[in-house]
């Protein structure tokens, strides 16, 4: 069954849809969608005709091209994704996504065009909507223990009245999360470190190490390491009722101290003894360094030649023909495993982690 929000969505989604259905009959030749009708002068107005007889391969070279032009690849196309008027267009539609925050520009394409329809067969019919006839409906008791979304900004997070001290969740971390990922967050039995990554994540050098992505160096949001930690860990147990909400928030207070995420602007650290709650999750959240850096993708899609055999030297090992010279990624310069691969490969005797409890 959809929830509130999903009906709006998908009511949200059918306005869409409607709009896209009325620039196709709507033409000055009173025809519906001609092919050489335009959405604004620019884009196949015909664009749904155009998916469907391609079989629904909306991202396919040739229907992109039919749709937006000769230009859908180029400097034009991608500059045309940021009109909302564009079938492939991510702008933001505030009615959709609900707001301006996170990640939420980028919305669903009028391209995907079967979810459209969906949404518009489906917004009303909640009670009776079957998804291909497969599984029976949750019961309302058991969906409840899983309604736990918090979203970038903060919407859903417990009472500020629950939480606990970071000493406190720093031991509860040790005794559900150290066995895998160290005591302080270093990583351990092959796992990923959470602390004491990279400073910067952007190399310029194809030779150097690949950047160890840690919460500190790469999460945009400690809301959602919340909420992630909640949903899905420990991965034996997760959203386990013997840590609850307060061990959670205070697992997380643990790992932003660790990774000496600043609550404020002056650079003040999260304390041992400070109690950590919603409160203090929300001052992290907007001091995540990476939190810029994430945005939607808005250039065109590349479509290499693909190639099995007698291949051009550009295709081929490193550039220039020779397949024996390259470097292996997750290895350093001088030859030797970034941290902790051998490990994550299973490359080391089996322990406690990926290989075996």
């Known amino acids: 069954m959809f929830n509130t929000k999903q009906t709006l969505i998908a009511v949200a989604l059918t306005t869409a849809f409607a709009g896209s259905a009325m620039a196709m009959s709507g033409s000055n030749t009173g025809s519906t969608a001609a092919s050489a009708d335009k959405i604004n002068g620019k884009y196949a107005a015909n664009y749904i005709e155009i998916i469907k ?5 909306y991202l396919d070279p040739k229907v992109i091209k039919a749709i937006l032009g000769d230009d859908a690849f180029g400097r034009q196309g991608l500059e045309g994704k940021l009109d909302p008027a564009n079938p492939y267009s991510f702008e933001v539609d505030d009615s959709i996504d ?39 409906p949750i019961a309302e008791s058991a969906l409840k223990k899983w309604n736990i ?16 001290t970071v000493e406190k969740g720093g031991q509860v971390y040790v005794q559900f999360c150290g066995m895998c990922h160290g005591e302080f967050g270093e990583g351990a039995k092959g ?33 959602t390491l ?17 840590i609850g909400d307060a061990g959670y928030l205070g697992m997380a207070g643990y790992i932003l101290q660790a990774n000496e995420v600043p609550l404020d602007e002056k650079g003040t650290q999260i304390e041992d003894d400070d109690f950590f709650n919603s409160v203090m999750l929300m001052k992290a959240n907007k001091f995540m360094s990476n939190q810029a850096n994430f945005f939607c993708d808005h250039r065109p899609v590349i479509h290499n030649e693909r190639c099995m055999k007698n291949c051009p030297d550009y295709m081929v090992g490193d550039g220039k023909g020779n397949i024996h010279h390259y470097r292996e990624a997750r290895k350093l ?21 990926h290989a075996g409890m």
């Open 149 to 164: 979304s918090v979203d970038g900004d903060g919407n859903g997070l417990p009472d500020p009245s629950v939480g606990m």
């Open 333 to 353: 310069p001088n030859g030797q495993p970034q941290y902790n691969v051998p490990q994550r490969l299973h490359e080391a005797p089996p322990g406690v982690g």
């Open 226 to 242: 919340f909420d992630y930690i909640r949903r899905a860990m420990p991965f034996w147990s997760p959203n386990s009722p013997a």
């Open 53 to 57: 007889q391609n079989g629904g391969k």
């Open 98 to 136: 609900g707001g301006d925050h996170g990640n939420a520009q980028c919305k669903i394409p009028a391209a995907f065009v079967e979810v459209h329809e969906s949404a518009r067969k489906h917004y009303q019919d909640d009670a009776k909507f079957v998804a291909n006839g497969f599984g029976t």
């Open 191 to 223: 796992y990923l470190p959470l602390a004491g990554g990279s400073d910067s994540l952007v190399t310029s050098d194809f030779t150097d190490p690949a950047p160890i992505k840690t919460v500190g160096s790469y999460w945009p949001y400690a809301t």
